[in-house]
């Protein structure tokens, strides 16, 4: 499997489509703030490039990668999901980050659902996890909502304890 851009998926109502160079400054705006303690964050102009290049690249690389996600009905970019897998993580992690208007929606549901089963019909992987930094409960909720059920067991990121990182696994569907 290698795709070189991000294909288009559609729910009732999202697209999740390969980023574009918009994309960048509302993500920037949310990385550079507290509120991204949880992803990573806050983090320089410098840093969230490199990222969102690796996640647009890890498309050439992997066949996986991240999607830019916009609501169908306006066009609104609300934030990106994704199947990423960087050098230091032991497995393929679903993720998901909204801006934060649009948070509360059920739209992170929607869009995580949406990339988890294109995962599910473009690999024969068996499972996928989510990575999430303890006392994230909104994502722990979501991952939950989703199936996933918490892996004390899974390897965690190079470098990283179970103090900063707990893992959810998402099992493929019999």
Known sequence: M????????????????????????????????????????????????????????????????????????????????????????????????LLQDFEGKGYAAEAAAAARDWYWSNTDAQSVVSYITPGNSRSEALALRLGAVLDAEAPLPAGETQADTVVYRHGRPA
């Open 2 to 97: 290698t795709h070189s851009i991000a294909p288009t998926l559609t729910t009732d109502r999202l697209t999740l489509r390969a980023h574009v160079m918009s994309d960048f400054d509302p993500l920037y705006a949310l990385f550079a703030t507290d509120r991204a303690q949880y992803m990573g964050g806050p983090v320089e102009a410098k840093q969230m490039w490199y990222w969102i290049a690796a996640e647009v690249g890890s498309w050439q690389l992997k066949g996986f990668g991240s999607w830019g996600v916009t609501r169908t009905d306006d066009g609104a970019f609300i934030g990106q999901v994704g199947i990423n897998q960087p050098h230091h993580f032991p497995e393929p992690e679903l993720g998901w980050v």
